[in-house]
């Protein structure tokens, strides 16, 4: 039976942390790391997130500034709010909410936030930072499922690591922080031949699909650390991830839940890019 990997218990535990250092921080530098999330639409998931993140600042001590733009906004005015937000001084951390709205292109709106206020590490130059080894922030949820691992003294070195989806956001990036970490990563997707038998051979499998219960207890090695990036709906309508969680329970060494488990590390990730961002833009 496997171990549950209580995100939100380690989350709070890393919030905790920040929120010292944030005192600290204004103790000692009479700074305030300072976030602002823009939100173009009414997208409810995106709402609730954003949401979740404005409580997440005002626990950890973080200025916090909320932009909503409505689903019609032009390209130029979401270019020019990201434009003014680079310059404002008690601004460390631009975050644009995504998916947005249809007509607005996501990728020149990354492109234009400043490399240093990027705390979603979606910029070119933060990714190619990534790549080479070489970072100062990294996306979220990957950055947040290392930590998932680590909590649990699950070692990567060495191990097979499987990755299900190639997203920018998420499949991408963790393939490339497990390979920092010496694992032998596989990443798998809608064209991979024989998904079953490479899953199967994992002792780390992470699946980011967006496809309610997909991974089944025969796709799993038996003791394998199992991380559900997965936000879904099953056929009640209830909230689920990419796992089917009681076929696999009982196969696993590790499995994250959902909800509970890979979500609450997003947020507290982004804190800490957060305060990663204040700390540089006064030369720590």
């Known amino acids: 039976m496997a171990e549950l990997i209580d995100g939100k218990a380690i989350a709070a535990q890393i919030r905790a942390q920040i929120a010292q250092e944030v005192l600290k921080l204004q103790e000692d530098q009479g700074v305030t790391?300072?976030?602002?999330?823009?939100?173009?639409?009414?997208?409810?998931?995106?709402?609730?997130?954003?949401?979740?993140?404005?409580?997440?600042?005002?626990?950890?001590?973080?200025?916090?500034?909320?932009?909503?733009?409505?689903?019609?906004?032009?390209?130029?005015?979401?270019?020019?709010?990201?434009?003014?937000?680079?310059?404002?001084?008690?601004?460390?951390?631009?975050?644009?909410?995504?998916?947005?709205?249809?007509?607005?292109?996501?990728?020149?709106?990354?492109?234009?936030?400043?490399?240093?206020?990027?705390?979603?590490?979606?910029?070119?130059?933060?990714v190619g930072e990534i790549m080479i080894g070489n970072y100062r922030f990294l996306p979220c949820t990957p950055a947040g499922i290392i930590e998932l691992l680590k909590s649990k003294n699950i070692v990567i070195e060495g191990k097979n690591c499987?990755?299900?989806?190639?997203?920018?956001?998420?499949?991408?990036?963790?393939?490339?922080?497990?390979?920092?970490?010496?694992?032998?990563?596989?990443?798998?997707?809608?064209?991979?031949?024989?998904?079953k038998e490479i899953?199967?051979?994992?002792?780390?499998?992470v699946s980011a699909v967006g496809k309610a219960k997909f991974v089944t207890a025969d796709m799993v090695k038996p003791g394998a650390a199992v991380i559900d990036v997965g936000m879904n709906r099953d056929?009640?309508?209830?909230?689920?991830?990419?796992?089917?969680?009681?076929?696999?329970?009982?196969?696993?060494?590790?499995l994250t839940p959902v909800p509970g488990g890979v979500g609450p590390m997003t947020i507290a990730m982004l804190l800490k890019n957060t305060l990663t961002a204040a700390k540089i833009h006064c030369g720590l």
Not at 110 to 126: L, Q, S, T
Not at 241 to 254: I, L, W
């Open 199 to 205: 899953c199967r051979g994992a002792d780390i499998l």
């Open 33 to 126: 790391p300072g976030l602002a999330v823009v939100l173009a639409g009414d997208d409810p998931a995106s709402k609730t997130y954003v949401r979740n993140k404005e409580k997440a600042c005002e626990e950890a001590g973080i200025y916090s500034e909320k932009y909503l733009l409505p689903a019609d906004a032009t390209q130029e005015q979401l270019m020019d709010l990201v434009r003014r937000l680079n310059e404002k001084q008690d601004i460390d951390g631009i975050l644009v909410q995504l998916p947005l709205p249809e007509g607005l292109d996501d990728k020149s709106i990354v492109e234009a936030i400043r490399p240093d206020k990027d705390v979603d590490a979606f910029h070119p130059v933060n």
């Open 235 to 254: 056929e009640n309508g209830k909230l689920c991830g990419d796992v089917d969680f009681e076929s696999v329970e009982p196969v696993a060494s590790y």
């Open 162 to 195: 499987v990755v299900i989806g190639r997203s920018n956001i998420v499949g991408k990036p963790v393939a490339m922080l497990l390979l920092h970490q010496n694992g032998t990563v596989t990443v798998c997707h809608s064209k991979t031949k024989d998904l």
